[in-house]
T-cell receptor
């Protein structure tokens, strides 16, 4: 158990719908990262938040957005869903201090768009 | 942004043999190179990492080498065991963000 929690574990929805994925980082970690993992792709970096502010942006679609709240939990919002958005979405957190750059991954949310 | 290529995509070795996975990256500004292991149905976990001021790092049966001039780095696993079977991802970037390669599925045959 990494200490990072994600809800829900599984999500099945229809095309065109909107969903919200939630992530709680490890206690004390200020950085949260979101990744998308689909079968034919590796781990695609989507976005990073640090202490409530967007820090870095990767290959995130305009239909996707994220935020980090004052209690440091984060939400990833996916809208106008398409079949190709079906994937495993991971959240990771990192202390971003000291000598460790390690990102601790949550268990993931498996999204199925039908 | 950074582009990380990883080879091979699949690798099968006999138990006890060595396994080598290679990655190349495009951005010369990248200074952090972690390797993550993902077992089937589980989350990725860091197994070793290296920073650009170091050429080689070893941790028991696992070692990573980095050639900044050529922009490539490699993972070496010696004396492989069945529990080493997993997907391995390399990544390159900095502490803010790093980009993953497409993964290598390693199978260790008992």
């Amino acid at each position: 158990d990494s200490g990072v929690t994600q809800t829900p574990k599984h999500l099945i929805t229809a095309t065109g719908q909107r969903v919200t994925l939630r992530c709680s980082p490890r206690s004390g970690d200020l950085s949260v990262y979101w990744y998308q993992q689909s079968l034919d792709q590796g781990l695609q970096f989507l976005i990073q938040y640090y202490n409530g502010e967007e820090r870095a942006k990767g290959n995130i679609l305009e239909r996707f957005s994220a935020q980090q709240f004052p209690d440091l939990h984060s939400e990833l919002n996916l809208s106008s869903l398409e079949l190709g958005d079906s994937a495993l979405y991971f959240c990771a957190s990192s202390p971003t201090r000291g000598l460790s750059y390690e990102q601790y991954f949550g268990p993931g949310t498996r999204l199925t768009v039908t | 942004g950074e582009n990380v290529e990883q080879h091979p995509s699949t690798l099968s070795v006999q138990e006890g043999d060595s396994a080598v996975i290679k990655c190349t990256y495009s951005d010369s500004a990248s200074n952090y190179f972690p390797w993550y292991k993902q077992e089937l149905g589980k989350r990725p976990q860091l197994i070793i990492d290296i920073r650009s001021n170091v050429g080689e790092k070893k941790d028991q049966r696992i070692a990573v080498t980095l050639n900044k001039t050529a922009k490539h780095f490699s993972l070496h696993i010696t004396e492989t065991q069945p529990e080493d079977s997993a997907v391995y991802f390399c990544a390159a970037g900095d502490f803010n963000q790093f980009y993953f390669g497409t993964g290598t599925s390693l199978t260790v045959i008992p």
